[in-house]
């Protein structure tokens, strides 16, 4: 088989555990991430499996960007920033109180681990990835506060561990420790150069697409936009990581009067694709990574190093657990004293909670193998490979471990919501359609007469809406409603058939009935989520 070939056949082979792990993790209810992690780990010990080989460069610059860019787009803006205070003291004061505790510990844990390599170490791990604590945490019904605080931390911690990986790399390579001046500035550079690029980028992008209405092209500069944004701030040395995630807040923002309906729908659409099967793919992938992690390492015993693994995991969830607890009563006593938001102290249950999601994903594995393999006077990097092989660890027993028992910890600790409404959003859908309403009203009155009946059929309409969004709706209105949503949902399948048996007769040609199908599957998922 040829060299593209064999790319091909491997690429659809990760597509096929894709989809098969997705549909299996659907099954059982668990968040893929876990599943396809596990499943990576079960596929690697088939020998007719091929080598998949982990390219730190396929995350940092393929992988990473857009899945930064989405969760940045899908982040609240208000709740960033009202959060702002405990989300910073995770993303930089548990981060570098992990890179300090890792350091502290690993001589002590480790034979042959320095001070210098414990900073390592530290950095690496340092990251977390949220992306299947919070998809746990909504199921259940965790607090919308702590889901908040969890995304907004794995929006911008990948960028204070990288930087502290930087400085702990140069010291052990280099065997220069930098200054506090020296750090503070690139810290400083890092932060501000890398918002600022990622503003100004957003900027221009803003006014570029605004006069553009083309669906394909749009999305396109959509999928575009954070790789460039990534490698404009990387090549000026400040943080991509932070300039792909400021870019994606502030044009989501803006998003509303940036695209029309129909492109949005199409972007939302391709856009859960493309995270899926990304995250879908580094997920399987660290799983398949076990026999070279472990090849890499022979001379120890898979007990000795299983204990080691064990060992780091558990002083991983402790560091965290140490951290979250006075690390929220001191963001409490920010927000309140200083920026005067009227919370209640944190919990015991909710800090618990917040430390048990301290769950390591694909940046810390990458971060491993892209270590140097020399140092700067030509000799080997110290224990490189059982770096890899803890983080690969730590990476395994907090997706599974943590992520199987948050439900259950949720649960027991009283955290988990009940499926209700959102206030919130039921309130905001309420208020416009009122004044949809009203704007019918005020309308019809200023129309023409012979108009009367395409207002009172269109009013009729948007009072019905109204009657699925109150609180204190009767017996008799909620049944109206419900009957007059089964009555479209009824209509609209008719329709469908019709069309369908139209196409089928040579009536109507495949275009026209998607087009038909498009408004029909538009109308229904609207009158089905509006009625959730």
């Known amino acids: 088989m040829s060299e593209i070939g064999t790319v091909e056949f491997v690429f659809l082979l990760l597509l096929f555990f894709i989809v098969v792990f997705g549909i299996l993790a659907c099954k059982v209810g668990t968040p893929y991430p876990i599943i396809m992690v596990l499943g990576g780990l079960a596929l690697s010990f088939i020998p007719a499996i091929p080598d ?18 989405s969760s940045a787009w899908t982040t609240s803006w208000r709740d960033f920033r009202y959060n702002l205070s405990s989300i910073s003291l995770l993303a930089f004061g548990l981060v570098a109180f992990t890179v300090i505790g890792v350091a502290f510990a690993a001589p002590k844990v480790f034979p042959g681990f320095d001070w210098r390599l414990g900073l390592v170490l530290g950095a690496v791990v340092a990251p977390t990835d949220a992306i299947a604590a919070t998809s746990i945490a909504r199921r259940v019904g965790l607090p919308a506060r702590i889901v908040d605080i969890l995304e907004g931390e794995s929006l911008i911690n990948d960028a204070s561990g990288l930087l502290a990986l930087e400085f702990a790399i140069g010291i052990l390579v280099e065997k220069r420790i930098p200054t506090v001046a020296s750090g503070l ?20 992008v803003d006014h570029f697409e605004r006069r553009i209405d083309n669906g394909p092209i749009e999305v396109t500069i959509s999928i575009l936009v954070p790789y460039a944004t990534y490698l404009a701030a990387q090549n000026v040395h400040a943080s991509g990581v932070l300039a792909v995630v400021s870019c994606g807040l502030f044009l989501s923002r803006r998003s509303a009067h940036l695209f029309s309906p129909t492109v949005r729908i199409g972007a939302w659409a391709v856009w859960d694709s493309l995270t899926f099967i990304l995250n879908g793919l580094v997920f399987v992938l660290i799983g398949l990574q076990f026999p070279a992690v472990r090849a890499s390492i022979r001379s120890y015993s898979l007990t000795t190093l299983l204990l080691y693994g064990m060992a780091f995991s558990v002083l991983l969830i402790l560091l965290r657990l140490a951290w979250v607890f006075p690390g929220a009563r001191v963001a409490y006593f920010i927000r309140t004293r200083f920026e005067h938001q009227h919370e209640s102290p944190p919990s015991v249950h909710q800090s618990f909670v917040l430390g048990w999601t301290g769950m390591r994903g694909v940046v810390s594995l990458a971060a491993a193998l892209a270590l140097p393999t020399v140092l700067k006077d030509g ?16 990476i395994l027993v907090t997706l599974v471990l943590q992520g199987l028992t948050l439900p259950p910890l949720i649960r027991l600790l009283g955290l988990a919501g009940g499926a209700g409404p959102d206030c919130e959003e039921l309130e905001a859908r309420r208020i416009a359609t009122q004044a949809a309403v009203s704007h019918l009203e005020g309308a019809r009155a200023r129309d023409d007469a012979k108009f009367a009946d395409s207002y ?35 209509a609209l399948r008719v329709e469908r058939e019709t069309a ?24 229904e998922s609207r009158l089905v989520n509006t009625d959730e």
């Open 52 to 69: 998949f080989t982990l390219n730190p460069d396929l995350i940092f610059l393929v992988v990473l960007p857009p899945l930064l860019y």
């Open 185 to 204: 500035l690139t810290l400083a550079w890092l932060i501000l150069g890398g918002v600022a690029i990622g503003l100004a980028i957003g900027w221009f």
């Open 379 to 394: 000799s080997p990097f110290p224990h490189r490979n059982m770096i890899v092989f803890l983080t690969f660890c730590v």
């Open 456 to 490: 009172e059929d269109l009013t009729h309409h948007y009072r019905q809406r109204l009657t699925s969004l109150k609180l204190d709706a009767s017996p008799g209105e909620v049944a109206h409603h419900e009957r007059y949503v089964q009555l479209s949902l009824e």
């Open 500 to 523: 369908i048996r139209l196409r089928n007769e040579g009536r109507i040609n495949d275009s026209v009935l998607r087009r038909m199908e498009r408004e029909l599957d538009l109308s």
